[in-house]
C-alpha cells in the first residue's frame, strides 16, 4: 500500500505544475471550497508565475497521460472545475510524440504471439497519430486488407495504476476535510468521480473489450446506414493490439476540405445529431468521445466513428426519463420535467416539485427556438448544474459521460452547421421513441412481459414457502443458526485512531514540504 507521504508528494508535484498555468485559480477562489483546502491551494502556487488566463488543458498535458484522462474526465463536471475550465478540458485530445517503431514492433509480436511479417503484407513504421495510451499505424494484412493498428504504449499501465492510486487517496482527503465545511464537496462525489474514471480507464486499457464495444454498437446501428463502425479483425486483436477496418475518410475537423469535396455539411451535422441520440435514448449504449478527431466523413454523406475506449452505457430506466426530460425541454413541458426529476430520486423529496419547475423554466424558455449559435445544450446543462446546488442534487454517475458528450456532439455540429437548431433537429427522434416505448402497446407489452415473468416465479416461491412451512408429517424447519461473537482484535477505537493519524501525518507532511 503506497504511503501518504509518497501521496502527497506526488500531490505537491501535480500542484505546482496546476498553478503555474493557473488552474487552480478557480478552486481556491470559489466559495465552497473547505478553508483548509483553500489553504493547501495557496501554498501551492506559492511562488510561481501565475498567467492571466488559465490554461486548464495544457496544465493536464504537462503533468502526463493519466492526468489527460482525468482532465477528460473532470470536463464532464462544470460543477466541480467551474464552465470555464470545463470548456477548456474539452481541449483534451490525447495528441503525444510518438514511440520509435523499435519499441511498438515488440510489443506487438509479443501481444500477438507472432512475428510481424506473418500477419501483415505491410507495416507503416511511421504511426498516423499517437495518444495517451496507444498510437495507430497503418497496415496491409496478408489477405491484402487495409487496417489500421492500435498498439497500446509499453509501461502505460503501472503509469495509470500509480497515478489513480494517488487520485483516490485524494479524494478521499478531499471528503474527509469536507465534513465539517458544509458538505459541498461531498455533494459532488468526488470520490466516485474517480472510481467512474477508474473504471473507464480498465475498459480503455483492454483493447479486447474496446473492439467488443465497437462490435457491439455496430450491431445496435446497423438501422442507422449513414453511421459507420468499422469491422474487428480479430485475428490480429489481444488486449494490448487492436486491428480494425481502415477508414478512407475526411476528418470532420477539416471544414475546408469538406467542403471543396462537396459535402453537405448541415446534412453531416444532422447525421451525427441523430446517431448519437439513438445511440443513447433508443439503444442505450453510446460512443462517449465524439470529437471531430474520432469522426470521419465519408461518400454519401456518411459518417465513421473510431476509437471506442470510452463508452457509455444507461438502463431502459434511465433512458425513458433521459427521453421525457428532453422532450419536456423541447415542448416546454417544465412540469413534467420537474416530476420525472423526483421520481428518478434526482431532487430529494423535501423540495417543492412546482419551485424545481420555476427553476427549470428559467432554463429552458430563454433557448427554444433559437438557432445554437446563440443558446445551445452546453449552455443549458450550465443552466441545470447551477440548481443542482439549490435543489441539493447528488451526482449521478451514469450521465456524467452522457453530459460530456451531449457538449461534444454539439460542439462538432454547430463547426458543420452554425445556424443547426438542435431541438428541432433531436425533437421528432425523441418524440417517436417515446410514442414507441411509453404508447398504450409499449405498456400492454410491458404488463405482459411483467406477468409472465412473475407467473414463471411462482414454482420457486411456493417451493420456499413449503420448505419453510412443510405440511404434516413433513421435516420440521431446521433450529436457528447459533449466535457467534464478533471479535474485533484491539477494539474498534484502535482502527480509527490508526487511520486518522495517517490522514494527519499525510497532511503534516504535505505542510512540510510546502513549507
Known amino acids: 500500500m503506497t504511503s501518504s507521504i509518497v ?8 500542484g505546482r505544475t496546476l498553478a503555474r498555468h493557473g488552474a487552480l485559480r478557480g478552486l481556491e477562489q470559489d466559495p465552497n471550497t473547505p478553508p483548509r483546502v483553500r489553504r493547501m491551494l495557496r501554498l501551492a502556487r506559492f511562488g510561481a508565475r501565475v498567467p492571466a488566463q488559465p490554461g486548464y488543458a495544457d496544465a493536464f498535458e504537462a503533468i502526463g497521460p493519466a492526468a489527460i484522462k482525468l482532465g477528460q474526465t473532470l470536463a464532464t463536471r462544470p460543477d466541480i472545475v467551474g464552465d470555464e475550465a470545463a470548456l477548456d478540458l474539452l481541449r483534451l485530445q490525447d495528441a503525444l510524440p510518438p514511440l520509435p517503431f523499435s519499441v511498438i514492433k515488440p510489443q506487438i509480436e509479443k501481444s500477438l504471439g507472432r512475428p510481424l511479417e506473418t500477419l501483415f503484407a505491410s507495416f507503416d513504421e511511421n504511426p498516423v497519430g499517437a495518444a495517451s495510451i496507444a498510437q495507430v499505424h497503418r497496415a496491409v494484412t496478408i489477405d491484402g486488407r487495409p487496417v489500421a493498428v492500435k498498439v497500446q504504449r509499453p509501461g502505460v499501465e503501472a503509469d495509470f495504476a500509480e497515478a489513480i492510486d494517488t487520485y483516490e487517496w485524494a479524494a478521499a482527503q478531499l471528503e474527509a476535510a469536507d465534513r465539517n465545511g458544509g458538505g459541498e464537496i461531498t455533494r459532488l462525489q468526488p470520490r466516485l468521480v474517480i472510481a467512474t474514471f477508474k473504471r473507464w480507464t480498465a475498459r480503455e486499457l483492454d ?17 442507422e446506414p449513414n453511421f459507420h463502425v468499422p469491422a474487428i479483425d480479430w485475428a490480429r486483436t ?17 471544414r475546408d476540405a469538406l467542403a471543396a469535396a462537396g459535402f453537405d ?5 444532422q447525421t451525427l445529431i441523430h446517431a448519437f441520440l439513438r445511440q443513447a435514448i433508443a439503444e442505450g449504449f453510446f460512443h462517449a468521445d465524439l470529437h471531430q478527431g474520432n469522426l470521419f466523413a465519408l461518400p454519401g454523406n ?13 438502463d431502459r430506466r434511465a433512458r425513458i426519463w433521459l427521453a421525457e426530460i428532453l422532450y419536456g425541454l423541447i415542448t416546454g413541458n417544465y412540469r413534467r420535467v420537474a416530476e420525472i426529476h423526483f421520481e428518478a430520486g434526482y431532487v430529494p423529496p423535501h423540495h417543492d416539485v412546482a419551485e424545481f419547475a420555476t427553476a427549470l423554466r428559467a432554463v429552458g424558455e430563454p433557448m427554444r427556438g433559437l438557432p445554437v449559435k446563440e443558446m445551445s445544450i452546453g449552455m443549458m446543462l450550465d443552466g441545470l448544474f447551477s440548481i443542482t446546488r439549490d435543489f441539493d442534487m447528488v451526482t449521478q454517475p451514469h450521465l456524467l ?3 460530456k458528450t451531449m457538449v461534444m456532439v454539439e460542439g462538432v455540429a454547430t463547426a458543420l452547421d452554425p445556424d443547426i437548431n438542435l431541438w428541432e433537429t433531436a425533437g421528432p427522434l425523441v418524440e417517436e421513441w417515446i410514442r414507441t416505448e411509453l404508447g398504450p402497446e409499449a405498456a400492454i407489452a410491458d404488463r405482459i412481459v411483467s406477468d409472465v415473468k412473475t407467473l414463471y416465479r411462482l414454482p420457486e416461491l411456493v417451493r420456499r414457502i413449503e420448505a419453510r412451512f ?20 484491539g477494539g474498534g477505537w484502535r482502527y480509527a485512531a490508526v487511520g486518522l493519524a495517517s490522514a494527519l501525518a499525510g497532511i503534516a507532511a504535505t505542510w512540510t514540504m510546502i513549507g
Open 401 to 403: 459521460l452522457l453530459q
Open 207 to 223: 483493447f479486447r473489450r474496446e473492439a467488443a464495444s465497437a462490435s457491439e454498437l455496430a450491431e445496435g446501428m446497423a438501422s
Open 265 to 269: 455539411l448541415p446534412l453531416l451535422a
Open 470 to 489: 412443510p405440511p404434516p408429517g413433513g421435516a420440521p424447519p431446521a433450529p436457528p443458526l447459533r449466535e457467534i461473537e464478533v471479535v474485533r482484535i
Open 7 to 14: 501521496h502527497s508528494w506526488r500531490l505537491l508535484k501535480w
Open 238 to 254: 489481444s488486449g494490448k493490439v487492436l486491428t480494425l477496418e481502415w477508414i478512407d475518410g475526411i476528418k470532420l475537423s477539416n
Open 302 to 314: 456518411r459518417i465513421a466513428a473510431v476509437d471506442f475506449g470510452i463508452m457509455g452505457r444507461i
